[in-house]
């Protein structure tokens, strides 16, 4: 990966380490130029470059970075002599159980309890049961996951998937009448002393879309995540932003208006100014992304302002 490209993914990744909706109003009230910005971003790079020299951990979960099924903040093997269930029934439902609400991307969700949060991270480590979505992961420090916390990270493009985590299909099967790939639940010691962490991943291919479920509790609860995968015909899920913000021409509010339309979903967009965003530029989607909202359901997009 060449400089250049680590500058801009580390500031795609800073952007967007957030708990929910981005706190669009204080980051406009103090934002700096964001040449400044990708100069402070290198430099994370350099620091968690030096933490993992020491002995600690450095990770950055990113399309095209890091190899094989255990994150690279893992200096064990994962324990594979575990009896880890490598099945899950996957047969779906397309009704969401009570007391829960549906995460997903395009027609395909799971379902986790009402009480899950988005992005609840520090360090870009989970610290309560959460969903993870929107290719924002980014994580620079040793910092453990406590005991009993369950994550499922949502992703769309099964190459994303391989790059990130080194995805190997072990079985198929269906859901809801649609082909699904899983890969067996792992598990492996945690980093930082921190307790051990099993894992486990779901795609389905023709959709792109891919589940990626890791607990502090027991393999046996990944399973049972991931056994609440389920096809949504009559809803479709908000898609990722990290998509489409790529360059800084002002054109990723339209391109991102334009995806949400193809979806059959409606537009609504607020400008605000937005000093060192192009205007035009994409800020802040809502719902979040990841949200399922019925076909022609209306989702509002704030771009930057014309100067």
Request: charged share 20%.
């Amino acid at each position: 990966m060449r400089e250049s490209q680590l500058a801009e993914l580390l500031e795609r990744a800073g952007d967007r380490t957030v708990v929910g909706e981005r706190p669009i109003d204080a980051m406009l009230a103090a934002l700096p130029r964001r040449k400044r910005r990708r100069t402070a971003l290198v430099s994370l790079a350099a620091a968690a470059t030096v933490v993992a020299a020491v002995g600690g951990t450095a990770l950055v979960a990113t399309p095209g970075g890091g190899s094989g099924k255990v994150p690279a903040s893992s200096k064990s093997t994962p324990n594979l002599s575990n009896p880890v269930p490598t099945a899950i029934n996957g047969t779906g439902t397309n009704a969401v159980p009570a007391g829960m609400r549906p995460a997903g991307l395009g027609h395909v969700a799971i379902a986790v309890p009402q009480g899950w949060g988005t992005n609840q991270v520090r360090c870009g480590t989970p610290q309560t049961d959460t969903v993870l979505i929107d290719g924002w992961l980014t994580q620079a420090c040793a910092f453990p996951r406590p005991v009993g916390v369950e994550s499922v990270e949502v992703g769309d493009g099964a190459q994303e998937l391989v790059y990130k985590y080194g995805f190997e299909p072990d079985e198929e099967f269906q859901i809801d009448g649609v082909k699904a790939q899983r890969q067996r639940t792992a598990c492996w010691t945690g980093g930082a002393g921190g307790p051990q962490v099993c894992r486990g991943i779901v795609l389905l291919p023709s959709t792109g879309v891919w589940f990626s479920a890791e607990s502090t509790t027991s393999a046996a609860e990944v399973d049972r995540i991931l056994g609440r995968i389920m096809v949504l015909p009559d809803r479709v899920g908000v898609p990722e932003q990290h998509g489409v913000t790529t360059k800084d021409d002002g054109s990723s509010g339209r391109k991102y208006a334009d995806l949400l339309r193809a979806l059959g979903l409606r537009v609504e967009t607020k400008a605000t100014d937005a000093p060192g965003y192009a205007p035009g530029e994409l800020l802040k989607v809502a719902p979040f992304p990841g949200t399922m909202l019925p076909q022609g359901a209306t989702v509002t997009i704030t771009v930057a302002a014309k100067r």
